[in-house]
C-alpha cells in the first residue's frame, strides 16, 4: 500500500520493534475507510479510541476501556461487536491457490453473529470490563495455506478441494502434478498409474488444476472447521470437528459455539472450554442443532411439566424427576440444555400480587421518538417493574408506545411511584389495574404420551 511522504515520516518515529505491527495497523484502518493511500490523518486515526459515540461511551461505564487499547475493538451502528472474524484476502489478490471465497464466507458468519445477537446477548450476561479473551475470534481462508491462521482461532475455517483419480483418463507422464505437490502425496508408477496418498494430501487442489490430462480430478469443493485454537500461556492448535464441511454446516458450527460461550456467560476462554468438553460432546451438540427432532421424549416430558404448578419444597427438580420416573441431575441437566439451547427462555415464579397483597398495574405512556431511551432507562430504576416494552400505536385510537407493568406493597405506593415517574419524564402515566381476570398464563401441549 502506498504512503504519503508526511505519513512515512511519521511511522519511523515509531521504534524499530514495534514499526511492522504499527504500519500493518495503520493500513488495515485506511482500507477500512476505502482507501488505497495511507495519509496523515490515517496515522492519527490509528492513536485515536476507536469508539465514536457519546452515548456508548455513557453506557458502557468504561466496561470496554482495556478493549479500545485492542485492534479487536470493532463498533458498527453505534454498538461494540464483540466478535472478530479475520479473512484471507486470496480472491481479492487473485491469489493462485484460491479455492473457495473467504470474504463470502466471512459475511455470512458475521450476518448469523447478528442474527443471533450474540454480542448484545454477550454483554447482558458479563459484567464488568470485557476483556480481550472475550472476544469471539475467527479465522476464514480460501485455501489450506491458512493466511488468516484458522487454527490458532476459537473457530477456523478455510477451503479445501478434495481430488480423485479417474481411471478413464490416461495419465501421460508429465509429472506437473509431482510438482504441484508439496506434501508427496501423489505417485505414479513406472506404467503412469496415479495414486493419491490421502494421508498426506491437504485437499489443495492443485494437482487437479495442473493436470493436463484429467487424469486427476477436484471431486468436492468445502471447508474443514476446526474449534478451540488459542495462543497465550497455554497455546493450542484448534481440534478438527468436521474435515469437509458445507456452508450450511459451517453456520450450525457458529451457531454452536456462540451457545456454549454464553452459557459459560463468557467467563472462560473458549479454547478452555472446548478442551474440557472435549471434541466429541462438540460434535453431539452440533448433531443436536442439525438433527430432527431436536427434542427428544425425555425433553418434551420435562417441559411438559415444568410449565405450571412447580413444587414448592427445598428440591423442586427431584419432586418433578419422580413424578416423570426420571434422575434429578438428568431433569436439571436436561433444563440447563434446553435453556441453552433457547428452547426455555428463563425458569422463574410468577407472583400472583393480590394474592401476597401487594398491588400492581399495567401502565402506558407516550414518548417523543427523541426520548424513548431516556424515559425507559427512568421506569427501569424502579424494583416493582418487571416488564418494559416498546409498542407501535395503531391510529388515533392506541397512541401510547411505552407499555409497563408495575407493583407496590399497597396502593398507595404504587399512585406514588407513578406519580414520581410522571415528574420526573414530564409525562403522563395512564395506570390501568386489573379489573377481572380472563387468564393467567399460556400452556403449550408438548408432549402427547398417546403420540410417543
Given at each position: ?59 458502557s ?29 486470496g480472491?481479492?489478490?487473485?491469489c ?42 475467527i479465522g ?22 478434495t ?7 490416461a ?109 466429541e ?109 416498546l409498542?407501535?400505536?395503531k ?18 405506593k ?39
Open positions: 500500500m502506498k504512503w504519503e511522504k508526511e505519513a512515512a515520516l511519521k511511522l519511523e518515529r515509531v521504534p524499530v520493534f514495534a514499526r511492522k505491527i504499527a504500519k500493518a495497523k495503520i493500513e488495515k484502518l485506511a482500507r477500512t475507510r476505502g482507501k488505497t493511500v495511507v495519509t496523515l490523518d490515517d496515522v492519527a486515526m490509528q492513536n485515536e479510541p476507536r469508539v465514536t459515540s457519546d452515548e456508548l461511551r455513557a453506557t461505564s468504561g466496561r470496554f476501556a482495556i478493549l479500545k487499547r485492542y485492534d479487536k475493538y470493532v463498533v458498527e451502528d453505534g454498538e461494540p461487536l464483540l466478535f472478530n472474524i479475520e479473512a484471507c484476502r480472491e481479492e489478490n487473485n493462485p491457490f484460491n479455492i473457495l471465497s473467504a470474504s463470502k464466507l466471512s459475511k455470512k458468519i458475521k450476518d448469523k453473529l447478528k442474527e443471533l445477537k450474540f454480542s448484545q446477548r454477550l454483554l447482558e450476561k458479563t459484567e464488568g470490563p470485557i476483556l480481550p479473551h472475550q472476544i469471539f475470534k476464514v481462508a480460501g485455501c489450506p495455506n491458512s493466511c488468516s491462521q484458522p487454527q490458532i482461532k476459537d473457530l477456523g475455517v478455510h477451503a479445501r478441494a481430488v480423485y483419480v479417474d481411471e478413464a483418463c495419465c501421460n507422464g508429465c509429472r506437473k502434478c509431482l510438482e504441484a505437490c508439496k506434501e508427496d502425496a501423489i505417485t505414479i508408477d513406472k506404467d503412469r498409474n496415479v495414486t493419491i496418498i490421502n494421508e498426506k494430501c491437504v485437499f489443495c487442489g492443485l494437482c487437479a488444476e495442473v493436470c493436463p490430462t484429467g487424469t486427476i480430478k477436484i471431486e468436492a469443493k468445502g471447508y474443514r472447521i476446526m474449534v478451540g485454537g488459542m495462543l497465550g500461556r497455554h497455546p493450542r492448535f484448534a481440534s478438527d470437528l468436521i474435515g469437509l464441511a458445507t456452508e450450511s454446516e459451517v453456520m450450525d458450527v457458529a451457531q454452536v459455539c456462540t451457545d456454549l460461550i454464553l452459557s459459560e456467560n463468557g467467563e472462560k476462554r473458549f479454547g478452555v472450554l472446548v478442551k474440557e468438553l472435549g471434541i460432546e462438540i460434535k453431539k451438540r452440533l448433531q443436536m442443532i442439525k438433527s430432527e427432532p431436536v427434542l427428544d421424549v425425555t425433553d418434551k416430558k420435562i417441559l411438559e411439566r415444568i410449565q405450571t404448578n412447580l413444587p414448592l419444597c427445598s428440591r423442586p427438580f427431584l419432586s418433578i424427576a419422580e413424578e416423570l420416573s426420571l434422575d434429578e441431575d438428568l431433569v436439571i441437566e436436561r433444563i440447563k440444555r434446553m435453556i441453552e439451547m433457547g428452547y426455555v427462555r428463563r425458569l422463574a415464579p410468577i407472583i400472583n400480587t393480590q394474592a401476597v397483597g401487594r398491588s400492581a398495574t399495567l401502565a402506558a405512556m407516550r414518548a417523543p421518538e427523541d426520548r424513548i431511551e431516556e424515559v425507559s432507562k427512568i421506569i427501569n430504576e424502579y424494583d416493582g417493574v418487571s416488564h418494559n416494552y409498542r407501535k400505536g391510529g388515533k385510537d392506541i397512541p401510547y408506545n411505552i407499555w409497563f407493568t408495575m407493583s407496590a406493597s399497597n396502593e398507595h404504587l399512585k406514588d411511584k407513578i406519580k414520581e415517574i410522571e415528574t420526573r419524564t414530564g409525562l403522563t402515566v395512564h395506570s390501568l389495574p386489573t379489573l377481572r381476570k380472563f387468564k393467567i398464563g399460556v400452556k403449550f401441549k408438548i408432549y402427547d404420551e398417546a403420540q410417543a
